[in-house]
């Protein structure tokens, strides 16, 4: 944990208490500062309160004497409307950040920080895993593993980097963010009900090359109109920033490239992209990504592909969690909007696909030019009857309801079929919250499920 000592003898109003929130308050505290923290959940001020807090309304009067707010990164700021807390903190004149912000003022440390529609996580956890294979001390959170103020403390960059994935919603809160590398993948529509529009969402990742200067570089994904404006940007000023374009598209003479099965610096071959834990196109971009911020972290090119070649993925993408009668199945609940499943679907030739949930602004109507590499279609949850219409004749389906009977559907249809490189993929293109806790919650359902089936299948051949 690090003890934010420049708050001893303030006053602080915490609001949200999930991981980050309960986080920053025993930060707070640690540090010789007082905290009045609360949470709308019922659930989540009773976890607060069995943890030794003692959860008081944010009311104005409540309000009176803080220093500031720190707000969890789920709390709406601005869109569609503050939240009550937001707005009482705005009327009392109170800052109002987030955890990293707070880090950020502890620490000055050096970051290294990826952002990005999607591919943020993978990106983040295959960095720090490249840096911590090649020798180099760092410690990874943000909106992946732990809150950053869980973190371990590093007062100067010979003690350790911190390499931070960060959300819009994080970035929103942390008005003094500067990284030592930052990263930007992507920019394509999500959450814009928390931000108002794509121009303002663009202009929050955007954010995340703030206040670089000499000595720090800027590596950013130029396949998408938000992206390469925000680069054709950082290429009139005159910061001083190193600026690192990437692509999956082209190969780019100034830049880094990962066309066709092959990974280029400014042009040149370096290695292939032959990493079975990093299947398709979208782990391109990822892997540009992380040897462009592995380069600028001083790593050579040997020691970047060592680290690749040996990371083992990341839990719920694009994840192989078993093989029944030779059908691969693969866990990619992490794809919570079409986009994400895009990815998932260009990957793989014969799908079975499981998709469903809580649907998402457009549904699936984007994906109909990979609807030739479906056989099937399993159905669940509050989206499938709108995700039937979507396929109609093009993609036979059926409405499952449940996951574990869309695996078995799945599954029959596969064996059935008897085609070579079948791949049963759940990638739900939607949210989880119908049916589950969470993204994490489904897949590890999914993975039990699976795991189950393989069990009856050995037992059965026993």
């Known amino acids: 944990m690090i003890a934010l000592t420049h708050t001893r003898g303030q006053t602080w109003a915490v609001f949200g208490l999930a991981r980050s929130g309960l986080a920053t308050a025993r930060a707070l505290i640690a540090g010789g500062a007082e905290v009045r923290l609360w949470d709308d959940t019922e659930s ?14 944010l009311h104005e009067a409540a309000l009176v004497g803080c220093a500031g707010l720190a707000l969890a ?32 003022r502890e620490l000055k440390p050096v970051v290294y920080g990826i952002t990005g529609t999607n591919g ?40 350790g980097v911190y390499v931070i994935e960060m959300s819009s919603f994080q970035i929103d809160l942390t008005p003094g963010w500067q990284a030592r590398i930052a990263v930007l993948l992507n920019i394509t529509p999500d959450h814009l009900d928390r931000h108002g529009s794509m121009e303002a969402y663009a202009a929050i990742k955007a954010r995340i090359f703030g206040a670089q200067g000499a000595g720090d570089t800027a590596v950013i994904g130029v396949d998408d109109d938000h992206c390469r404006a925000i680069h054709a940007a950082l290429a009139s000023e005159q910061g001083g920033r190193s ?31 032959d990493f079975p834990a990093l299947p398709g196109a979208h782990n391109g971009q990822n892997i540009a990504a992380v040897y462009a911020a592995a380069r600028a972290a001083g790593l050579d090119a040997a020691a970047i592909r060592s680290g690749i070649a040996s990371f083992p993925g990341l839990k719920h993408r694009l994840q192989r969690v078993g093989s029944i009668d030779g059908i ?41 030019p990979l609807f030739p590499r479906i056989r099937r279609a399993s159905l669940i949850g509050e989206a499938a009857t709108a995700f039937a219409t979507t396929l109609g004749s093009a993609v036979p389906h059926a ?7 869309a695996l078995d559907d799945a599954l029959a249809a596969a064996r059935r079929d008897r085609i070579q490189d079948a791949v049963v993929l759940l990638s739900p293109a939607c949210a989880s919250y119908d049916q589950f806790k969470s993204f994490e919650h ?21």
């Open 399 to 405: 409405l499952c309801g449940t996951l574990d009977k």
């Open 442 to 462: 489904r897949g590890d359902e999914f993975i039990r499920l699976v795991a189950e089936r393989s069990t009856d299948e050995q037992g059965a051949a026993a």
């Open 73 to 104: 990164p789920g709390v709406p700021l601005t869109h569609p409307v503050p939240n009550q807390v937001v707005a009482n903190a705005q009327r009392a004149g109170l800052p109002i950040i987030g955890d990293i912000e707070l880090l950020l």
């Open 120 to 159: 943020k996580s993978t990106t983040t956890a295959l960095l720090a895993h490249v840096l911590t294979s090649a020798g180099r001390s760092m410690a990874m959170g943000g909106n992946i593993g732990q809150a950053v103020l869980d973190l371990p403390r590093f007062e100067s960059e010979a003690d």
């Open 243 to 273: 600026i690192v374009p990437i692509s999956i598209l082209r190969v780019l003479e100034q830049g880094v490239s990962a066309v066709n099965g092959t990974l280029y610096d400014n042009g040149k071959a370096v290695f292939a992209l």
């Open 44 to 57: 989540s001020r009773a976890a607060a309160a069995a943890a030794g807090f003692q959860p008081m309304q």
């Open 328 to 368: 691969s199945c693969i866990n990619d609940s992490k794809a919570t909007n079409a986009d994400s499943t895009e990815k998932a679907l260009a990957a793989f030739e014969n799908v079975y696909w499981i998709a469903g949930g809580k649907a998402k602004e457009g549904g699936i109507a984007s994906l109909k």
